[in-house]
């Protein structure tokens, strides 16, 4: 490959075949489809096939998804900080390839056929990251091997691990795991989200398999976004599904969210994706989750043409009073960001996602929270900030009218 600060072309595919070309140009960016390519390879929802290209002043919202951000952004540029400054087509290009969230993969246009293959890494152990003892900094080592390949966003530092095959075990393709580390700035926060979700999976919420490391300090999630066979499945942000970038994440409301849960999901799937929702929001209202914004929520499908689109599982679930005492809501609900949110807020809203016996619904996410918290209550204490924040969560929104 050339020079990374020379990028200004990028071959764009999916499983389906290849898309098209994503450019640079003095005035922007532009993604055109290969004429012959075929309508299961559109990269987007909302980029249909066309011959004329898609162009913008910014990387269009697919393509700025899985931008790394935070920790790996700023790992990204301390390790090319001697090499060439740090761009978006050099980000895409780094860490675009196959292993990023969703269907969608991008590599540099002077890269075909075979040039572009890479062996695969032989991966990790699951059972031997979450017995990891500290000794040593595990997320820092596996930063340092799997940084180039981490195509995924978020602030929080976090990497995509592809996942040893167990001896004996027979498989035809490697499992990619979330590894996910608070670091100093969050103390206790894989206790914080693996609390959380534990409750949202015993309320009856749709999460990934999760796993919390046996010194606390690592939380650990199957990727959703691929099929028992290992098939790349498409997934887009409510963030990209609104034709947004991730600065704007935390503007909207929940009511918008819904409007467009309903207007892309199929038909099948909308009554449960709508209830979903509803679930997610008032269990965050509960948790005292202030940061459920507009890349926190999306879609699956298996390609754009299939009409088979659902709401993605549950992901990202903390509370975040803990950090921030004062924190409010990411996007409004009933034109407030207040927390907790009025159960009157919340019962409107339900019924705008067309939930039925919501104060039925909304009863059982909090004895689901509270009994969440009891179970894990030895765990909690080792976590005193964490433990605090979420008790204050749920008893405030008990008291709540």
């Known amino acids: 490959m050339s020079s990374p600060a020379a990028i200004d072309r990028l071959r764009v595919a999916t499983p389906q075949g290849d898309s098209g070309v994503l450019g640079r140009t003095d005035d922007g960016y532009l993604f055109g489809y290969h004429a012959e390519a075929p309508h299961t390879a559109e990269i987007s929802l909302l980029m249909p096939h066309r011959l004329e290209p898609y162009v913008g002043r910014e990387l269009l919202p697919i393509f700025q998804m899985n931008l790394p951000e935070g920790y790996l952004l700023e790992q990204l540029r301390l390790r090319l900080a001697k090499a060439t400054p740090t761009d978006p087509m050099l980000l895409l290009a780094l860490t675009g390839r196959e292993t990023a969230i969703g269907r969608v993969r991008v590599e540099p246009y002077q890269m075909t056929g075979d040039d572009g293959d890479v062996t695969p890494p032989a991966g990790e152990s699951l059972a031997q990251i979450l017995a990891w003892d500290g000794a040593e900094n595990l997320f820092d080592e596996l930063a340092q ?151 926190n929520f999306g879609v699956l499908y298996d390609d754009p043409t299939s009409e088979n689109v659902w709401l993605a599982p549950a992901y990202d679930l903390v509370n975040t009073t803990a950090y921030l005492p004062r924190d409010a809501l990411a996007l409004t609900l009933g034109g407030s960001r207040r927390l907790p949110a009025t159960r009157k807020r919340l019962l409107e809203f339900a019924r705008r996602c067309g939930v039925t016996e919501p104060a039925d619904r909304l009863e059982a996410l909090l004895d689901a929270a509270a009994q969440g918290l009891e179970k894990h209550r030895a765990l909690l204490e080792t976590e005193p900030l964490v433990s605090a924040g979420l008790q204050r969560s749920v008893e405030r929104f008990t008291e709540e009218p």
């Open 145 to 295: 091997r799997y940084l180039m390949r981490s195509g995924i966003s978020g602030v929080q530092p976090k990497l995509l691990v592809p996942e040893a095959i167990p001896e004996g075990k027979l498989s035809l393709h490697t499992s990619e795991l979330i590894v996910k580390s608070g670091g100093a700035e969050y103390p206790g926060l894989a206790v914080n989200e693996f609390v959380c979700m534990t409750i949202a999976r015993a309320a009856g919420i749709s999460v990934p398999e999760f796993f919390l490391s046996d010194n606390r300090q690592l939380f650990v999630m199957r990727r959703f976004d691929r099929t028992a066979d290992g098939g790349a499945l498409g997934f887009e942000e409510l963030v990209v599904l609104m034709g947004r970038g991730p600065a704007q994440k935390y503007e909207g409301s929940y009511e918008q969210v819904a409007r467009f849960v309903a207007l892309f999901c199929a038909p099948a799937q909308r009554a449960a994706a709508l209830a979903q929702l509803f679930d997610q929001v008032a269990l965050s209202c509960i948790l005292g989750n202030g940061d459920a914004h507009l890349k």
